[in-house]
């Protein structure tokens, strides 16, 4: 049963153009997470973000920027997309604690730069 | 940093046959949390197993694993492989400052 949800799963947008993708989790969870899936389906952290306290992968483009109202969302924007952006872009969400670090994805939103 | 290393591209076997997925991992954490995820084509990783306790064999779905602190590694094992097995497998560590460090992933394709 889904409890992390993604909008939109799919996205075609051309180079330079502003993207935002968006996350909500209905877990009561406490942490935040976008993680990047690349063609070669490397999954690369971007952001974590808990409490208010957000935590960049210091590898991430500047283009890129997370927004969050509340613990249960956390948004994804990217200003001017670039070619290299293609990938499926996963949120998760975890609660610290006894399972810590146990992530939940969400379905993915897959984004293709022309 | 942490890291994890995996049984690199593709392990191809055929129905009924063991499967055994290498994972090591580096981290400085002395209790780190171990992980396995699977992911079907065209869906999201879900957990597989998970570990923290050293020399404990943990089980899901007649795969096992067994955290080995000594040796820094969360092998992953089943004894008869089934074609629905056939997915993407991903080893990964808790970096309890960032959430979990993945490694490349392992697809295994498993035949008739």
């Known amino acids: 049963e889904t409890a992390v949800f993604q909008t939109p799963n799919y996205h075609v947008t051309q180079v330079g153009n502003e993207v935002s993708f968006n996350c909500k989790q209905t877990l009561g969870h406490d942490t935040m997470y976008w993680y990047k899936q690349d063609s070669k389906k490397l999954l690369k952290i971007m952001f974590s973000y808990n409490n208010k306290q957000l935590i960049v992968n210091e590898t991430v483009p500047r283009r890129f920027s997370p927004q969050s109202s509340d613990k249960a969302h956390l948004n994804l924007r990217i200003k001017s997309v670039e070619p290299e952006d293609s990938a499926v872009y996963l949120c998760?969400?975890?609660?610290?604690?006894?399972?810590?670090?146990?992530?939940?994805f969400g379905e993915g939103s897959k984004l293709t730069v022309l | 940093g942490d890291s994890v290393t995996q049984t690199e591209g593709l392990v191809t076997l055929t129905e009924g046959l063991p499967v055994m997925l290498n994972c090591t991992y580096q981290?400085?954490?002395?209790?780190?949390?171990l992980f396995w995820y699977v992911q079907h084509l065209n869906e999201s990783p879900r957990l597989l197993l998970k570990s923290f306790t050293d020399n404990k064999r943990t089980e899901h779905q007649g795969f096992h694993a067994t955290l080995h602190k000594s040796s820094s590694s969360f092998h992953l094992q089943k004894s008869s492989a089934q074609l629905s097995d056939s997915a993407l497998y991903y080893c990964?560590?808790?970096?309890?400052?960032?959430?979990?460090?993945f490694g490349l992933g392992t697809r295994v394709s498993v035949f008739p």
């Open positions: 981290t400085i954490y002395s209790n780190p949390f």
């Open positions: 990964a560590l808790n970096n309890y400052a960032q959430g979990l460090t």
């Open positions: 998760a969400s975890s609660h610290r604690g006894i399972n810590t670090g146990q992530l939940y």
